[in-house]
């Protein structure tokens, strides 16, 4: 008997000054047991060398991290392997590629961009959930 998972896409946001985000378009995603599926996230971004973040939140608990892409290289959560938690970074896109699948996959996924920090490195980060808990805001 297969097992079915669900996989939510939520939108994360990491803002500065209302120039960069995220937007994930692909909606809900259901696959079986041992399938492989890629989640598909753009960003737009006005710094050079942005950090890309993969998030992923189970029922009733706080985001996870899972994994970080940038220019000069990568990051895996140490629960999150890359032999099957990948994810691919271009200029445009950050795709989270997720193999031989299991149910404890079933989760909202997020992911959010970080600009390289530049100019004052004292600045203050507030960090506010949208009402719903499904959107972080990065003030500062």
Known sequence: ??????????????????????IQEQGDVIAAEGDTVTLY??????SAFPYLFWYKQDVNDYPKYVLRRDASGTENAQEFP????????????VSLKIQKLQLSDSAVYYCA??????????????????KDNRILHNIH
């Open 1 to 22: 008997m297969e097992h079915w998972l669900w996989i939510i896409l939520a939108a994360l946001f990491f803002e500065c000054k209302g120039e960069d985000k995220v």
């Open 113 to 130: 961009v970080r600009p390289t920090v530049t100019g004052n490195s004292k600045t203050l980060y507030k960090n506010l959930w949208s």
């Open 82 to 93: 890359k032999n099957r938690f990948d994810a691919e970074l271009n200029k445009t896109s």
């Open 41 to 46: 996230c753009k960003y737009e971004t006005t």
